[in-house]
């Protein structure tokens, strides 16, 4: 277990710096929550989910809803480094003719289950994934990464209500809870607290981690696969802008990419010395 967690560590390192590589190229994209989303993305694509970059449409693989659309370049680069396109690609990013838009497109990317980016609608989809694949009576299971801005959105919980009742224990929410959103403090623009609280009070079986401890990550996705009877949900406390100090806990880099200046010391942040 500890080599797992070491290195899926050293993956999330990696990913970080593809991150910011690929942000400072397109000069356009959402810098603080693909840095904060990305372990839990890690632990998912490299670890937890049966899934076939050979074959992105596998009958057997397991679906990923990036709820949190924005987050794109967190996906992408977990796409680009498990082998569904080259890692070069993401140098095109936002770019005219690009596959890879700001926002998950499941037409043109492969991998993407599901176009997100509408706020609130993503966890709705994972419930009707879910809920068909029941359906099929296959063993098939689903994963929703939210935001905790994105709470705010009454969608969501029509969703959590609507999979609490049909008890969709093939369901598994994760909540990237960094605290920030593009305008400030979530607990400012409108409070969402308590997360778990609420989740419980729907119906969900909750579980409470730190998402940048890989080892409780891992150990909150092995439970979440155990526990039957109704949909889990994993708040996973978290900081905006993860990896580079300067980025870190600043709502001003929701939407700010590195600029030439910044990209070399976020690289050395992240321990590549090499642009």
């Not at 000069?27 to 998912?44: E, F, K, N, P, R």
């Not at 693989?61 to 949190?68: A, E, G, M, T």
């Not at 039957?228 to 880099?253: C, D, L, M």
């Amino acid at each position: 277990m500890n080599e797992l967690v070491t290195h899926l560590e050293e993956k999330a390192r990696q990913l970080r710096v593809a991150i910011v590589k690929t942000l400072h190229a397109s000069q356009s994209g959402h810098t603080g929550g693909s840095l904060s989303a990305i372990d839990m993305v890690t632990a998912l694509y490299f670890h937890k989910m049966r899934h076939n970059p050979t074959d992105p449409a596998w009958e057997g693989r397991d679906r990923f809803v990036l709820c949190k659309g924005h987050a794109a370049p967190a996906q992408y680069v977990a796409l680009a480094e498990a082998g569904y396109f080259p890692r070069e690609d993401l140098m095109m990013l936002r770019r005219l003719g690009s596959h890879l838009q700001g926002h998950p497109d499941s037409k043109g990317t492969p991998g993407v289950e599901v176009c997100t980016g509408s706020l609130g609608q993503g966890l709705s989809m994972a419930v009707g994934m879910a809920l068909g694949l029941r359906l099929d009576q296959r063993d098939n299971r689903v994963y929703a990464l939210l935001g905790d801005g994105e709470l705010q959105e009454g969608q969501v919980w029509e969703a959590a209500m609507a999979a609490a009742h049909y008890k969709v224990d093939n369901l598994c929410a994760m909540v990237d809870a960094n605290g920030l959103q593009i305008d400030g403090e979530v607990t400012k623009v409108m409070n969402v607290n308590p997360i778990a609280d609420k989740f419980r009070a729907f119906g969900w079986q909750t579980l409470e981690i730190d998402g940048h401890d890989m080892a409780a990550i891992l150990a909150a996705l092995d439970q979440a696969e155990t526990l039957k009877g109704g949909p889990t949900v994993i708040v996973a406390r978290t900081v905006k802008g993860k990896g580079v100090s300067f980025f870190e806990n600043k709502a001003a880099y929701h939407g700010v990419t590195p600029s030439d200046e910044e990209l070399p010391r976020a690289l050395e942040c992240l321990g590549c010395f090499e642009e």
